[in-house]
Each structure stands twice: as C-alpha cells, then as structure tokens.
C-alpha cells in the first residue's frame, strides 16, 4: 500500500509510487488536465531522447481551481473530485505522482546539456531530467505519463478481428461473393499489366525519337514524378529540353574570375639579388626589413 500524502504545505516530499492499478479518481483527473488549454503543456527530451509533455505546477493548481473544473465537476458522469483550495489541490497532486500519471523533472540549461557526454541541445526542445524529489512550487516542472487512450481502438480491434475471420473464412463465402472478388482482383492485374505496357510503351518512342526527332518526346513526362495518381498521366506528352552548354566566353569570364579572386604571388629573389638591388635594408635597431621587387629591377 501506498503511504499516506504529505501534510498540505511541506513544500517537498519523497517520490513514492503506487505498484498496484491507478486509481478511477487519478485517472479522471488527468483525462480533464491532459492537453488543457489552462495547463499550456508544452513538449520536450526527458533524457536528451524521449519526448514528453510538461508544464508548470502553477498552472495545474489553476486549473483544478477554475470555474470550468467547477461546472465539470457537478456532473457525475465526469467523476471529478470537488476542489475547494490549494491544499486540496496539493493532495491531488501527490495522488497522481503516486498513481505514476506524472512525473517531476527538472529544466536544465544549453550548458548543462553540453556537459552531459552524448547529449546535444535541440532548439525547439527543451531537455529534462528526472528529478529525485517532488518540490511543490509555482515554478516546478512536471511531466506526463500519462496518455489518453484512443476512443476508437475498440471499434478498430473490432474491424481488424473481422477481416481476419472474414479472409479464413474465404470457402465458406457464397458464390457470388467469391466471383465478385475474382473480378476485383482480375482488374486490379488488369490495372498493374496496363501501367507497365504503358511505361514500356513510352520507353520505345523515347528511343527512337532521339533519332528521328530534334528534341527527345516522353509520352506521360509525369508518370514516374513524385506526384498523385491523377496528376501522373498529365500533361499527356512532352518535349525535354536539351541541357544548355557553358559557352567559351564565359568559361574564359569564369576562369579570370577564379584568378582575381586567388592571391597574388610575389617573386622569389635571391641574396645575391636583394644585395644588388637593395631589396633588403638593415635600420638602426639590427632588425632585417624586406620591399617588394620588381623583376625587371634584377640585374643578372
């Protein structure tokens, strides 16, 4: 058995899970708080790896403390507990920790997550860390474990076990219904066959118009595109258009380009040459200093 909440007020507490089935009240709490506008979860990385929805104790007590939880609360049907204060509220909160509905985590910063060996910080994302303790204040952060359950599983369950039954049962089927589904699945052969005759079909007049034709002709241009089924087979022919050719002039342009932007190099001299041309000085303080050399300055 789980222990008994904290008394309202002590500000922080041990997490203590409950093992056994979440409790009916736990439950009803988090389908009204999960994804409330007033609570305005955000998602995030629990452990740089695992996206999950958090928020803000500030905004879970709003929201058990509007008027909305309020008027929701006065129908049974909902199976909300009534709400009257803060230490009410503190109760409720401790109840879903230990029905593992939510989970304390702490915020940690773009440094922090640097520091971690293996973690890389996501911008759009903030990155969490378990936290070992439960602080009940405005400021703490929360996130869920809880998920709302699909309305429509039931029903798809329900579809999937019937078409499993329905194709075992395939010889037990009436007559017309078994023809009926040979003629679908002769037309859906039907189908295939026409669009490889048709793609085989293009591929010969592709052929031979690079012959016969200026310019090479694609019967369906689309077929093959990253586009609908409809828009596939339009337009219902094309031209394709060569691939223009650089032109010498401007592979000449793109060439000078390439050498005025390139650094200029200077030539070599020689020691011989620097003396004879005094390309090399020595001030006053015993420093060498270098000037720049025209080559037609060099004398042999």
């Known amino acids: 058995m789980s222990s008994p909440p904290p008394p309202p007020g002590s500000g922080q507490f041990q997490i203590q899970t409950n093992t056994g089935q979440r409790a009916p009240a736990a439950i009803n709490i988090a389908n009204y708080l999960f994804q409330n506008s ?33 008027s929701k ?16 509220v503190q109760k409720i909160f401790v109840l ?21 060996k293996g973690w890389k910080p996501v911008r759009d994302k903030p990155t969490f860390k378990r936290a070992e303790k439960a602080v009940i204040d405005p400021k703490s952060y929360f996130g869920w474990l809880y998920t709302r ?28 219904m078994r ?29 031979v118009s690079l012959v016969a034709f200026p310019k090479p002709f694609w019967l369906f241009p689309n077929l093959f595109a990253d586009c609908g089924v409809i828009e596939s087979f ?19 342009a793109s060439k000078q380009s390439t050498e005025s932007s390139g650094e200029k ?12 041309t005094g ?15 025209i080559l037609e300055e060099v004398k042999e």
């Open 179 to 207: 023809r009926g589904v040979w003629y679908l699945s002769m037309g859906a052969l039907g189908l295939i066959a026409l669009f490889f005759v048709i793609a085989i079909i293009r591929l010969i007049i592709y052929i």
């Open 73 to 88: 609360q006065q129908n049974p049907k909902n199976g909300l507990i009534p709400i009257a204060n803060a230490q009410e």
């Open 149 to 176: 359950p699909n309305p429509y599983i039931l029903l798809y369950s329900i579809l999937a076990i019937a078409g499993v039954f329905t194709i075992i049962l395939f010889p037990l089927w009436p007559t017309f």
């Open 38 to 70: 007033i609570l305005k979860q955000r998602s995030g990385l629990l452990d740089n790896k695992t996206d999950i929805e958090f928020f803000k104790y500030k905004r879970f007590e709003r929201a058990l403390l509007s008027d909305d939880y309020k």
């Open 234 to 252: 339009i337009p219902l022919y094309g031209w394709e258009e060569p691939k223009k050719k650089k032109s010498k002039k401007s592979k000449k």
């Open 265 to 276: 190099i200077e030539p070599l001299v020689s020691k011989d040459d620097k003396s004879a």
């Open 96 to 116: 879903l920790i230990q029905n593992q509905l939510i989970l304390p985590i702490n915020k940690l910063h773009y440094s922090e997550v640097k520091a971690i």
């Open 279 to 293: 390309a090399e000085t020595k001030p006053s303080n015993g420093e060498t200093k270098s000037r720049k050399v």
